[in-house]
């Protein structure tokens, strides 16, 4: 049995989708219309499936492509080896600004030291409240930032409040799961990522270069 539409023209089927992309046109160019604000975001990454640290450091290659400068802090990271820090730590630092630090501990599961973990976050924090008041730093990355407030190694409205307070310019992106309420509230966007499957459920090893 022949589908509506199978024995139309090639003529009507141009017509049809020249009308379906006039009216999505006309969709988008009022959203753009729309969008008059000029100001940094906050951008939310959250979520027990995978892809959070690849969409900031995404984010991170797209603002150094244009020139602009960029702050990395990886809170719970920094005993492994980071493939997307090799690369852009390899940049020209005459041509590309970038800082990236990390807590230098290894993940807090591992480490079982409270102190030492709150210590090296505390650590971490003074660099990154430090970027966040600079005016010439226009992307700031917070990575894990969910796990050093939901273990308390950070207090939260000093946290929230050096966020708040950031240059109007400076775009800042959190990453990590359980992301409290008052994070989706600060932030203007916000992306839930949902796994549907994953390899490692079936006992296959995580494979350097692609989930680290």
């Given amino acids: 049995m022949s589908e509506p539409g199978d024995n139309d023209s090639a003529q009507d089927k141009q017509a049809r989708h020249k009308a379906r992309m006039e009216q999505r046109k006309k969709i988008v160019d009022e959203g753009v219309a729309r969008a008059l604000t000029e100001r940094g ?11 959070k640290t690849t969409a900031a450091v995404g984010t ?11 702050f ?9 080896d980071c493939g997307e ?4 730590q390899g940049l020209p630092a005459d041509r590309y600004r970038l800082e990236w630090q990390q807590m230098g501990t290894d993940f807090t599961w591992e480490t079982q030291d ?18 966040l008041a600079d ?15 939901n273990y308390r190694w950070l207090d939260r409205d000093e946290v ?28 203007d966007t916000v992306t839930e990522m949902r796994p549907l499957k994953h390899a490692f ?9 692609i989930e680290w």
């Fill in 41 to 51: 975001v906050v951008l939310l990454y959250t979520g027990d499936g995978k892809g």
């Fill in 60 to 70: 991170v290659t797209r603002a150094l492509g244009y020139g602009y400068s960029a």
């Fill in 72 to 80: 990395v802090a990886q809170f719970i990271k920094g005993a492994w």
């Fill in 85 to 88: 820090k090799n690369l852009l």
């Fill in 114 to 131: 409270f102190e030492a973990d709150k210590a090296a976050a505390e650590a971490l924090w003074v660099k990154a409240r430090a970027a």
């Fill in 135 to 149: 005016p010439d730093t226009y992307l700031v990355v917070l990575d894990e930032l969910t796990y050093a407030l």
């Fill in 160 to 187: 929230v409040a050096a966020i708040e307070e950031r240059p109007e310019a400076q775009t800042v992106i959190i990453t990590g799961r359980g992301a409290k309420q008052y994070l989706r509230d600060l932030a």
């Fill in 201 to 209: 459920e079936a006992g296959i090893a995580a494979r350097r270069g």
